[in-house]
Structure formats: structure tokens, C-alpha cells
């Protein structure tokens, strides 16, 4: 049995939105409580989330249960330090995975079935991350193998895994099938997605 953590990102302060995005709603769900929604799906067990702008409100309005919450006091330093948190709350807690799966909480147009895809790559090839395509480059959501953590906790700035995932383009797979990699930062790309759902 593998044994896989998912991290979800959704620690950052949200300028852009002028809002607490991770609580925007989407169809009476909040944009955090979708990705978390995934992610139980997925794994039922051992579904983490990082958070540090607006901590206690956040947690106060997530629907979801058995979500193990852990708060990034260096939320200012990027998407970098919220996998460091991540990480370092596994070891401080001795905590043991295979591989960290990590998904960002602004990508609601991730299908379930796209996530399994990674997952099935990783069981078959469990010394590899297995990444998203995005035709430049390689991104999350992706799946970092155990035998990575310790150089993770080097990363630094607001690319997160991003820049780590692409200087390592030998030990990279990438699925077959694709996603609607849509991330939304601002209120105008919250409503054309909404728009978007509406239209589909």
C-alpha cells in the first residue's frame, strides 16, 4: 500500500483578490473547500492544508472534516514556504509518506479524474515526480517522491515547486491526459470562470 500525504496550498494573503479568496464561493462551495473535496475523494486519510493569512476565519468556515490544518507563520516569504511547512510539520511529527502529493487551492477546474492519473503514475513509477504539463513548463498538481523531500525544504520564493520541478526535467512524468489548469487570482477571473460554468 502506498502511502501518500496530499498538501494543499492556500496559505497566501490573497492581494490580488482584495478578498479571502480561499472562502470565495463557487456554487455555495468555497474555492478551498473544492480542492479539500478532491482530495478526500482521493485519499481519505492523510489530506493536509496549509494556511497563514487569515488562519482562524478560514478554518472556521471549511465545511470539511478530518482535514489536518497546518499554519505557515512565513506565508509572506511565497508558495515555497508553504511546502516547507508542510514538510517540516511530517518530520517534526514524525510523520512517514511515500510521496507528497500537492494541489493548489485556486484550481477548481481540476478534474477528480485527472488527479487519479497522477496517482497512477506515482504507484507505477514511485522514485519519479509526476507533474503537470503545461506546454512551457511542468507544474503542480504534481507528486513529489519521498527520496525529494529533504532538497524541497531548500526551495525558496513564489514559484514553490514550480522552479524545483523544472530543474529536474530527466526525473519528470507527465500523464497522458490533461486538465483545465485555470487558476483564479483576481475577482475578474472568478467571474469567467463562474461565466464559464454557466455556459458549459
Do not use: W
Given at each position: 500500500m502506498i502511502n501518500i500525504a496530499v498538501l494543499v496550498l492556500a496559505a497566501g494573503k490573497s492581494s490580488r483578490m482584495k478578498s479571502i479568496k480561499q472562502l470565495e464561493k463557487i456554487n455555495n462551495k468555497t474555492l478551498?473547500?473544492?480542492?479539500?473535496?478532491?482530495?478526500?475523494?482521493?485519499?481519505?486519510?492523510?489530506v493536509f492544508c496549509v494556511l497563514g493569512a487569515n488562519i482562524d476565519k478560514i478554518k472556521t468556515e471549511i465545511r470539511l472534516k478530518n482535514i489536518h490544518f497546518i499554519e505557515n507563520k512565513n506565508f509572506n516569504n511565497g508558495l515555497s514556504s508553504s511546502v516547507i511547512s508542510g514538510l517540516q510539520y511530517f518530520k517534526e511529527n514524525n510523520l512517514h509518506f511515500d510521496g507528497v502529493f500537492i494541489l493548489l487551492a485556486d484550481q477548481p477546474a481540476i478534474e477528480i479524474t485527472y488527479l487519479k492519473s497522477l496517482f497512477g503514475l506515482f504507484k507505477e513509477n514511485q522514485t519519479k515526480i509526476i507533474a503537470s504539463n503545461y506546454?512551457?513548463?511542468?507544474?503542480?498538481?504534481?507528486?513529489?517522491?519521498?527520496?525529494?523531500?529533504?532538497?524541497?525544504?531548500?526551495?525558496?520564493?513564489?514559484k514553490g515547486a514550480k522552479t524545483f520541478i523544472n530543474s529536474k526535467k530527466n526525473e519528470v512524468i507527465t500523464p497522458k491526459e490533461t486538465s483545465n489548469f485555470f487558476d483564479i487570482d483576481t475577482k475578474e477571473e472568478l467571474r469567467l470562470y463562474k461565466n464559464s460554468l454557466i455556459n458549459s
Amino acid at each position: 500500500m502506498i502511502n501518500i500525504a496530499v498538501l494543499v496550498l492556500a496559505a497566501g494573503k490573497s492581494s490580488r483578490m482584495k478578498s479571502i479568496k480561499q472562502l470565495e464561493k463557487i456554487n455555495n462551495k468555497t474555492l478551498l473547500d473544492i480542492t479539500l473535496d478532491k482530495a478526500k475523494q482521493l485519499f481519505s486519510e492523510h489530506v493536509f492544508c496549509v494556511l497563514g493569512a487569515n488562519i482562524d476565519k478560514i478554518k472556521t468556515e471549511i465545511r470539511l472534516k478530518n482535514i489536518h490544518f497546518i499554519e505557515n507563520k512565513n506565508f509572506n516569504n511565497g508558495l515555497s514556504s508553504s511546502v516547507i511547512s508542510g514538510l517540516q510539520y511530517f518530520k517534526e511529527n514524525n510523520l512517514h509518506f511515500d510521496g507528497v502529493f500537492i494541489l493548489l487551492a485556486d484550481q477548481p477546474a481540476i478534474e477528480i479524474t485527472y488527479l487519479k492519473s497522477l496517482f497512477g503514475l506515482f504507484k507505477e513509477n514511485q522514485t519519479k515526480i509526476i507533474a503537470s504539463n503545461y506546454g512551457d513548463f511542468f507544474g503542480v498538481p504534481a507528486i513529489f517522491p519521498k527520496q525529494l523531500f529533504s532538497e524541497l525544504l531548500l526551495i525558496k520564493g513564489d514559484k514553490g515547486a514550480k522552479t524545483f520541478i523544472n530543474s529536474k526535467k530527466n526525473e519528470v512524468i507527465t500523464p497522458k491526459e490533461t486538465s483545465n489548469f485555470f487558476d483564479i487570482d483576481t475577482k475578474e477571473e472568478l467571474r469567467l470562470y463562474k461565466n464559464s460554468l454557466i455556459n458549459s
